[in-house]
C-alpha cells in the first residue's frame, strides 16, 4: 500500500484488508514521507500482519510503488492505493483464480467508482469484452487496439510475483499508462483471469493521482507506450494495432474528460 497523505481514507482502506474472508496476508504499507498524521493513523491498527515502512525523502509515485514492490515477499502480489477499498471477498476470488490457473500470470476484478464523499459514480467498470481465461497476447491485443486499459487500476489486480520484472516493475515515463505499462508486460508472459465481480472500490477525488493527468497527456502517453509495443515482436501488437489503439485512446480521453465535468457538477472535490 503507497501512502502520501493519506489523510482520511487510509483507516477504512486498511480495515477493507482486514476485513477479508482470506486471512494469509501481508500488507506494507510504504509512506513515502507523508506530512498529515496517516502514519499515526496505520500504526494504531494492532495487527502483526500489517508492516509500516516510511521513506526519509518523498520518492513520487512511481519510486513509492516501486519500493512497495521491493518489500513484497508473497506469491502473489496487489498495489492497494492508500485512498481506495478491497471488495468483500475479492482476495479469495483473486487467489483461487490464480491457483486454479497456473498459465495465468495476472487476473483482473471490475471496479466500483466512488467520490471523495463516497457518492456511487459507477457500479461496475471495466474489462469491456474480457472475461474468464483469456490468452495473455489475445487480452493485450483487446486492450491496445480499442485504446483502453480494461484491466484497470492496481486495486482491481493480482500478480503472480515471480512473473514480475525484476526491478523498477512501474516506469515513471508511461506517465499515464503507469498501471498498462505493467499489464502489457505481464500478459506477454501468460494468461490473464478476467473476473467480472467488483473487485475493488477506485476513488476519485480532485487531489488524486487520476485527476491531475489531463486529455493531452493521456493520448500522447498511450501513443508513446502502442507505438514501443508495436516495435516489439513479442507482443503481436502491429503498426495497425498501434494507430487504432491511439484514436480509441482519444475517444476515451474525451469521455474522461466529460465524467470529470460531470462530477464536478455535483460535487466532485
Given at each position: 500500500?503507497?501512502?502520501?497523505?493519506?489523510?482520511?481514507?487510509?483507516?477504512?482502506?486498511?480495515q477493507?484488508?482486514?476485513?477479508q474472508?482470506?486471512?494469509?496476508?501481508?500488507?506494507?504499507?510504504?509512506?513515502?514521507?507523508?506530512?498529515?498524521?496517516?502514519?499515526?493513523?496505520?500504526?494504531?491498527?494492532?495487527?502483526?500482519?500489517?508492516?509500516?515502512?516510511?521513506?526519509?525523502?518523498?520518492?513520487?509515485?512511481?519510486g513509492?510503488?516501486?519500493?512497495?514492490?521491493?518489500?513484497?515477499?508473497?506469491?502473489?502480489?496487489?498495489?492497494?492505493?492508500?485512498?481506495?477499498?478491497?471488495?468483500?471477498?475479492?482476495?479469495?476470488?483473486?487467489?483461487?483464480?490464480?491457483?486454479e490457473?497456473?498459465?495465468?500470470?495476472?487476473?483482473?476484478?471490475?471496479?466500483?467508482?466512488?467520490?471523495?464523499?463516497?457518492?456511487?459514480?459507477?457500479?461496475?467498470?471495466?474489462?469491456?469484452?474480457?472475461?474468464?481465461?483469456?490468452?495473455?497476447r489475445?487480452?493485450?491485443?483487446?486492450?491496445?487496439?480499442?485504446?483502453?486499459?480494461?484491466?484497470?487500476?492496481?486495486?482491481?489486480?493480482?500478480?503472480?510475483?515471480?512473473?514480475?520484472?525484476?526491478?523498477?516493475?512501474?516506469?515513471p515515463?508511461a506517465?499515464?499508462?503507469?498501471?498498462?505499462?505493467?499489464?502489457?508486460?505481464?500478459?506477454?508472459?501468460g494468461?490473464?483471469?478476467?473476473?467480472h465481480?467488483?473487485?475493488?472500490?477506485?476513488?476519485?477525488?480532485?487531489k488524486?493521482?487520476?485527476?491531475?493527468?489531463?486529455?493531452?497527456?493521456?493520448?500522447?502517453?498511450?501513443?508513446?507506450?502502442?507505438?514501443?509495443?508495436?516495435?516489439?515482436?513479442?507482443?503481436?501488437i502491429?503498426?495497425?494495432?498501434?494507430?487504432?489503439?491511439?484514436?480509441?485512446?482519444?475517444?476515451?480521453?474525451?469521455?474522461?474528460?466529460?465524467?470529470?465535468?460531470?462530477?464536478?457538477?455535483v460535487?466532485?472535490?
Amino acid at each position: 500500500m503507497p501512502m502520501y497523505n493519506g489523510g482520511p481514507y487510509i483507516a477504512a482502506c486498511i480495515q477493507s484488508v482486514i476485513d477479508q474472508s482470506f486471512e494469509d496476508w501481508a500488507l506494507y504499507v510504504v509512506d513515502d514521507a507523508s506530512t498529515d498524521d496517516s502514519p499515526q493513523t496505520v500504526a494504531a491498527f494492532d495487527d502483526p500482519r500489517i508492516r509500516l515502512t516510511r521513506n526519509p525523502a518523498n520518492l513520487g509515485q512511481a519510486g513509492n510503488w516501486n519500493r512497495c514492490m521491493e518489500l513484497a515477499r508473497g506469491e502473489y502480489v496487489k498495489l492497494l492505493c492508500a485512498d481506495d477499498a478491497l471488495a468483500p471477498g475479492c482476495l479469495h476470488r483473486q487467489v483461487s483464480a490464480l491457483d486454479e490457473h497456473p498459465t495465468a500470470v495476472i487476473v483482473a476484478g471490475l471496479r466500483r467508482v466512488i467520490l471523495s464523499h463516497g457518492w456511487v459514480a459507477k457500479r461496475r467498470h471495466g474489462l469491456g469484452p474480457l472475461r474468464g481465461l483469456v490468452p495473455g497476447r489475445d487480452a493485450l491485443n483487446t486492450c491496445v487496439r480499442d485504446g483502453v486499459n480494461y484491466l484497470g487500476e492496481p486495486p482491481a489486480v493480482l500478480m503472480r510475483r515471480d512473473a514480475l520484472p525484476s526491478s523498477h516493475p512501474w516506469r515513471p515515463e508511461a506517465g499515464y499508462w503507469l498501471d498498462f505499462d505493467l499489464w502489457a508486460r505481464l500478459l506477454t508472459e501468460g494468461d490473464l483471469v478476467a473476473q467480472h465481480d467488483v473487485a475493488a472500490d477506485f476513488r476519485v477525488h480532485a487531489k488524486s493521482d487520476s485527476a491531475a493527468l489531463f486529455r493531452d497527456r493521456q493520448v500522447d502517453d498511450a501513443a508513446a507506450l502502442f507505438t514501443r509495443l508495436a516495435a516489439d515482436a513479442t507482443t503481436g501488437i502491429s503498426a495497425q494495432d498501434a494507430e487504432a489503439g491511439v484514436r480509441g485512446a482519444t475517444r476515451a480521453a474525451r469521455r474522461r474528460r466529460n465524467f470529470y465535468r460531470a462530477m464536478a457538477a455535483v460535487g466532485f472535490r
